[in-house]
């Protein structure tokens, strides 16, 4: 490890930029890419993004992270370098079968997972499945009934419903981002154009996930496909905090109170100034609460290298 204390701050922007590894995991008879930062022996955080993102969204936390975790980061089946599903099986229990292999793969027991919207739900189910194999678990802006009833959700359809499948230039395709996410960064902006979006033969500028398949599977998605989350929410039994962004439209303000009513285990904080995208939007209030949690007495022993959370 580079360093037995995590650091006050959220890291030093003179410091050296940690470099990103590539690897690869089986899945479903899918190849699966993960990318990793940080020491192979310090703890590790295991990082899920959302619906139509990509592991390098994670970037900018795993560089504030890496002078003390390893951090890996799996680009989800039919997103960034995975294969996409020929079968469309793009639902929660897919996503925990790929992380339980990514888990196996790297032989991980006592790691944290950090999850963003549907990488969040996949976090719950996990956690209340494995609770043997994590220290702790970090939500990002989902909860019970996100994905089905809030107006976030409704969004989202919209957003799906009228994406192109193609643009005839960069600046269109940059353009395309902005209007959809009109309060991230402008380096989450580039970030996104870069990694959810390749360049053809022609020129033209298409998806690099499954774009269709993503937003078939999501429109037609039934309510079990798409999982209650309350029952795994109440079986999570390790320290976990719910980053909630103060202008969401994905996660109310009741329900993470809810949630945190429920299960005495869950901590909740909002972050301002930002909205879903939280580690988008507000990328050093997400890290400020995220290394906070990290120091706190139930996983400060953890986060040192010291043993279990």
């Not at 930062?37 to 970037?59: N, Q």
Request: proline residues 4%; aromatic residues 8%.
């Amino acid at each position: 490890m580079a360093s037995s204390e995590i650091s006050a701050s959220n890291g030093d922007a003179s410091a050296a930029k940690a470099p990103a590894r590539d690897g690869w995991v089986k899945s479903d008879g899918l190849t699966l890419r993960y990318i990793e930062w940080g020491e192979p022996d310090a703890p590790t955080i295991v990082a899920l993004h959302g619906l139509r993102s990509f592991a390098y969204t994670w970037e900018p936390v795993a560089q504030s992270l890496a002078g003390c975790f390893r951090v890996v980061a799996l680009d989800q089946r039919g997103r960034g370098l995975s294969d996409w599903d020929p079968a469309r099986r793009y639902y929660t229990e897919s996503y925990v079968r790929d992380l339980e292999a990514l888990v196996d793969e790297l032989e991980l027991q006592n790691f944290l997972l950090l999850g963003h919207s549907m990488g969040g739900a996949t976090a719950f189910v996990y956690a209340a499945r494995h609770p043997e194999r994590l220290a702790g678990v970090v939500i990002e802006d989902i909860g019970p009934g996100s994905s089905a009833n809030s107006s976030g959700a409704e969004r989202i359809r919209r957003e799906l419903l009228g994406t192109p499948d193609r643009f005839g230039s960069w600046f269109e395709a940059t353009a395309f981002w902005r209007h959809q996410r009109p309060n991230v960064s402008e380096a989450a902006l580039q970030a996104r154009v870069l990694h959810s979006m390749k360049a053809t033969a022609s020129g033209e500028v298409v998806w690099r996930h499954d774009a269709r398949g993503i937003a078939e599977a999501r429109l037609n998605a039934t309510p079990a496909q798409l999982v209650d989350l309350w029952p795994h929410v109440e079986q999570v039994s390790r320290p976990t905090l719910v980053l909630r962004g103060a202008h969401s439209d994905f996660l109310s303000a009741g329900t993470a109170a809810e949630m945190c009513l429920r299960n005495r285990r869950i901590q909740c904080e909002e972050i301002s100034g930002a909205g879903h995208y939280v580690h988008d939007d507000n990328l050093d209030g997400f890290e400020t609460a995220l290394h906070r949690f990290l120091r706190s007495q139930t996983l400060g022993s953890w986060a040192n290298g010291r043993g279990d959370a």
